[in-house]
């Protein structure tokens, strides 16, 4: 299975590379910002994902597939998460989040 190692600009996400890959590195880079930070990231993990925030999460801070991440969180389909995904990118608080 691929893992998603390095960024990739998604086609759905109404977003230029730029931003994209911004908002992708800024998501591996997690564990190294500050605990407001890590807070701001979470509200927006469980605002957007709701009951999947947990995959959601997963999906955006680690290299796993989308696969391997429903099927471990129980997760029927990638479909699922997909639109989630594509609403992170395009609802994330980047002003907020970079001041």
Do not use: W
């Amino acid at each position: 299975m691929k893992k998603r190692e390095n960024f990739s600009r998604l086609a759905s996400v109404k977003l230029n590379v730029s931003k994209q890959g911004l908002i992708f590195y800024i998501n591996r880079n997690y564990y190294r910002f500050s605990e407001k930070k890590q807070q701001l990231l979470d509200r927006q993990y469980e605002r957007i994902g709701g009951e999947y925030a947990n995959a959601l999460r997963r999906y955006m801070l680690t290299a796993d597939t989308m696969t391997k991440i429903c099927f471990e969180e129980h997760i029927a389909s990638p479909s699922t998460i997909y639109p989630l995904v594509r609403r992170f990118y395009e609802e994330f608080p980047l002003g907020e989040f970079l001041r």
